[in-house]
């Protein structure tokens, strides 16, 4: 079975291929996460006789297969999920491949996806439906040994962190991007911050939402309450015209596109509800990435497509930065250019604060072998040219970690 998978194997940058279970075992939800190396040992070594060197064969032989049976460590080893959360896990193992199957309480394997779904990977998607459930995680060969982990599925789970990739098969002395992901955290409706002086959500979340009664009109008109919810009172609104007659900007909306809680790096959209005067009015959206000294960057400039009430958006990407960061919708009456406080009678701005949460990024296990760059966000991972064993970079956030496994390609 391996020799099939040899070209494969060999070629720099393929993707593992998938392996086909035996019969009795090959079933749609249940993945094997293959292992390159000792299958590479052996086409080398197998010109020698395959095993011959002492250290390679340790990584398939009996007395390693032993020593993993005390070592097959899950991670995590427990977890609270939201209804269609997805978590990656690992196993501290390298001997063989694994194989990942959702089973019920008795450890029946539950083909069903009643309980969840798992990739080959070990990525495990949670039902839609809050419940208890069992992961397990075998090494193929080796029937007897395998770890089961409780998974509760509840609305109320708090966020959970994953990484991408879970699993890391790499070069000695070459670099890699990691990134994480912060699962199953929900949208947020912004209250009046009397910190900031503007809209805020404080949260973990997708998204933040300041809508129409927080925001509708400018300065006394409507009136906008609280006016004019710029970050510290920095800008006032221009008090010229009448509600929903002259320009105002509505109410803002900053969520994420993949559903993802914001983090630095990802995709963010911005919707801002207006009502325009004319065509030749202009939106445009700045952000921040430090809500509390913020320094303004224009993101767009965004044109009505005729007076009266619509919706105008744009996207960017989420810089790093503070714990809180904001965006500015500046809405101004034709003529002049941009500006985060333009000076126009009829001239609305509203910031929207929102938290990022932080992700850290550490070296795991006994002896580091690799070294992380740009340890916020996502990382840059270097496997030092030495480096001859397994190596953990851990992602860590609001308590929860997620390990990236790195195995070492000896050619
Ligand atoms: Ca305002
Ligand atoms: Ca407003």
Same mark, same amino acid.
């Given at each position: ?232 009172? #920095?800008? +006032? !609104?221009?008090?010229?015209?009448? *509600?929903?007659?002259?320009? &105002?900007?509505?109410?803002? @909306?900053?969520? $994420? =596109? ?19 005067? #004319?065509? +030749? !009015?202009?939106?445009?959206?700045? *952000?921040?990435?430090?809500? &509390?000294?913020?320094?303004? @960057?224009?993101? $767009? =400039? ?110």
């Amino acid at each position: 079975m391996k020799c099939d998978y040899f070209a494969a194997i060999l070629s720099p940058g393929a993707p593992l291929p998938k392996v086909t279970a035996p019969a009795e075992d090959n079933a749609a939800s249940r993945g094997w996460n293959m292992k390159r190396q000792p299958l590479f040992f052996c086409i080398v070594f197998g010109l020698f006789g395959c095993g011959r060197e002492g250290q390679l064969e340790d990584r398939t032989s009996a007395s390693a297969k032993a020593q993993a049976l005390g070592s097959l460590r899950v991670v995590p080893s427990a977890l609270r999920l939201q209804p269609n959360a997805k978590q990656t896990f690992t196993v501290d193992s390298n001997t063989e491949y694994h194989t990942w199957t959702v089973v019920d309480s008795t450890g029946t394997p539950d083909y069903s996806g009643g309980g969840g779904t798992v990739d080959y990977m070990g990525t495990y998607t949670a039902p839609p439906y809050p419940g208890t459930f069992y992961l397990r995680v075998g090494l193929a060969n080796t029937p007897n040994v395998s770890s089961t982990v409780p998974i509760v599925v509840a609305a109320s789970a708090p966020p959970s962190i994953s990484v991408n990739p879970a699993i890391l098969q790499m070069r000695r002395g070459n670099y890699q991007q990691l990134s994480a992901s912060i699962w199953g955290a929900a949208s947020e409706n912004a209250v009046y911050d009397a910190a900031f002086k503007a809209p805020a959500c404080s949260n973990v979340s997708k998204g933040c939402i300041a809508g129409s009664s927080l925001l509708s009109g400018r300065a006394n008109l409507g009136p906008e309450p609280n006016q004019p919810n710029t970050i510290n009172g #920095s800008c +006032a !609104d221009g008090a010229s015209g009448d *509600y929903h007659s002259r320009e &105002s900007v509505d109410a803002v @909306t900053v969520s $994420t =596109t993949d559903g993802d809680a914001f983090a630095p790096g990802k995709t963010v959209s911005v919707e801002v509800a207006v009502w325009a005067s #004319s065509r +030749a !009015d202009r939106l445009e959206l700045y *952000y921040a990435a430090d809500a &509390s000294a913020p320094d303004w @960057t224009l993101i $767009t =400039t965004l044109t009505p497509d005729a007076p009266g009430a619509q919706t105008l958006s744009a996207t960017y990407t989420l810089p790093s930065g503070g714990p809180k960061q904001a965006v500015r919708a500046n809405f101004r009456y034709e003529g002049g250019s941009a500006d985060p406080c333009t000076a126009g009678p009829y001239d609305d701005r509203d910031d929207v604060v929102f938290a990022v949460p932080s992700v850290t990024w550490r070296m795991a296990g006994d002896n580091p072998v690799g070294v992380l760059a740009f340890a916020s966000g996502n990382a840059t991972y270097y496997l030092a040219p030495y480096a001859q064993t397994l190596d953990y970079a851990e992602a860590q956030f609001a308590g929860s970690s997620a390990y990236v496994t790195i195995q070492v390609l000896w050619w």
